[in-house]
């Protein structure tokens, strides 16, 4: 007997990649730890539909991670239905640009749309391993654009929003990929934030205040010259800080900072490395502007091999949507 009530087929869940433009906090003497602020960009994402399905399949990349993933969600929530998975896009994975959470927040909301189940994003992500550190691949999950979060406390919870803004449509972000190398992440990352020197309270203070006092008031009044060099402070500060768990080098790729060197000799804003990288970023003030420096950097010695992409803000979160099969039925 038809319900009235049209029953998803399959969801498909797209959610876009994003920077990670530095930590605020990694002293701790607050009772919180990390903080950090990330920017949601267009042209890279991650998507993939579920349907339900008499056997488990994964097909498409990463299946091994969505496997998990879906395993964790199917017990989490009592589920005695299989699923099928198909991954059609991906972010490249450990190169600084959150593919990890993208997909598992993919894996996340897809179950629970196709179950009619609401969104628990923050809880969900701390299931799947997500959100130890930052905050900011959760918070963009929602509503896109440029936020900060305030970092994880002493509760098994998800590092708050405390801060979302629109990135200016007109503004214009430069990725550098570097695809023979990749950032470091799982273990290894937990053991180089182990080795790493306490950061002082001094230097704690300072990065929040560049964000605080200078990164956000510059982008709400759309000034990409202040902005950029709040962005382009906190990343040589933390490069600083991380250079020791890099070989000694604020950048994970040579390449990446050679051509970044010459973005920033053409004017480019900006300039910093996204998490462990090896991912690149520069800002410019327009599309023409933009166009402009990346055919110097692509000219740089160094760019053989590299890939450099012109990507704008996305102040828009995932993408869910609900894939309704018709067929015949009762009146």
């Given at each position: 007997?038809?319900?009235?009530?049209?029953?998803p087929?399959?969801?498909?869940?797209?959610?876009?990649?994003?920077?990670?433009?530095?930590f605020?906090?990694?002293?701790g003497g607050?009772?919180?730890?990390?903080?950090?602020?990330?920017?949601?960009?267009?042209?890279?994402?991650?998507?993939?539909t579920?349907?339900?399905?008499?056997?488990?399949?994964?097909?498409?990349?990463?299946?091994?991670?969505v496997?998990q993933?879906?395993e964790?969600m199917?017990?989490?929530?009592?589920?005695?239905?299989?699923?099928?998975v198909?991954?059609t896009?991906?972010v490249?994975?450990?190169?600084?640009?959150?593919?990890?959470?993208?997909?598992a927040?993919?894996v996340?909301a897809?179950?629970?749309?196709?179950?009619?189940l609401p969104?628990?994003?923050?809880?969900?992500?701390?299931?799947?391993?997500?959100?130890?550190r930052s905050g900011?691949?959760?918070?963009?999950?929602?509503?896109?654009?440029l936020v900060?979060?305030?970092?994880?406390?002493?509760?098994a919870?998800?590092?708050?929003?405390?801060?979302?803004?629109?990135?200016?449509?007109?503004?214009?972000?430069?990725i550098v990929l570097?695809?023979?190398?990749?950032?470091?992440?799982?273990a290894?990352?937990?053991?180089?934030?182990a080795?790493?020197?306490?950061?002082?309270d001094?230097?704690?203070?300072?990065?929040?205040?560049?964000?605080?006092i200078k990164?956000?008031?510059?982008?709400?009044?759309?000034d990409?010259t202040?902005?950029?060099?709040?962005?382009q402070?906190l990343?040589?500060?933390?490069?600083c800080?991380?250079?020791?768990?890099?070989g000694g080098?604020?950048f994970?790729?040579?390449a990446?900072?050679?051509?970044?060197?010459t973005?920033e000799?053409?004017?480019a804003?900006?300039?910093g490395?996204?998490?462990?990288?090896?991912?690149?970023?520069?800002?410019?003030?327009?599309?023409?502007?933009?166009?402009?420096i990346t055919?110097i950097a692509?000219?740089?010695?160094?760019?053989?091999?590299?890939?450099?992409?012109?990507?704008?803000?996305?102040?828009?979160?995932?993408?869910?949507?609900?894939?309704?099969?018709?067929?015949?039925?009762?009146?």
């Open positions: 007997m038809y319900t009235g009530v049209p029953q087929d399959r969801i498909t869940v797209t959610i876009p990649a994003r920077l990670h433009l530095g605020l906090d990694l002293n607050l009772g919180r730890r990390f903080g950090s602020i990330g920017l949601a960009i267009s042209d890279l994402k991650t998507s993939l579920i349907w339900r399905t008499k056997s488990p399949e994964v097909s498409g990349p990463e299946r091994d991670r496997r993933y879906l964790i199917q017990h989490s929530l009592a589920l005695d239905e299989t699923h099928a198909n991954v896009q991906t490249p994975a450990h190169v600084g640009l959150g593919s990890g959470t993208q997909l927040l993919a996340a897809g179950v629970r749309r196709l179950h009619h969104l628990d994003i923050e809880t969900d992500a701390l299931k799947l391993g997500r959100g130890a900011i691949g959760i918070g963009l999950f929602r509503r896109g654009g900060v979060d305030g970092g994880r406390g002493a509760t919870t998800a590092a708050p929003i405390v801060s979302h803004m629109t990135f200016p449509h007109d503004w214009r972000i430069l570097d695809p023979a190398h990749r950032g470091m992440h799982g290894e990352e937990s053991a180089a934030f080795c790493l020197a306490p950061m002082s001094a230097e704690a203070a300072h990065l929040c205040r560049l964000v605080l990164a956000l008031p510059a982008l709400a009044e759309h990409m202040s902005f950029g060099a709040a962005i402070e990343q040589q500060r933390l490069g800080y991380f250079a020791p768990a890099q080098s604020p994970t790729s040579r990446v900072a050679a051509v970044l060197a973005l000799a053409a004017g804003h900006g300039i490395q996204s998490s462990w990288g090896p991912t690149g970023f520069a800002f410019a003030s327009s599309a023409d502007e933009a166009d402009r055919a692509r000219q740089c010695v160094h760019s053989e091999g590299l890939d450099i992409r012109i990507c704008s803000g996305l102040n828009r979160g995932a993408e869910i949507v609900a894939h309704i099969q018709c067929s015949a039925h009762d009146e």
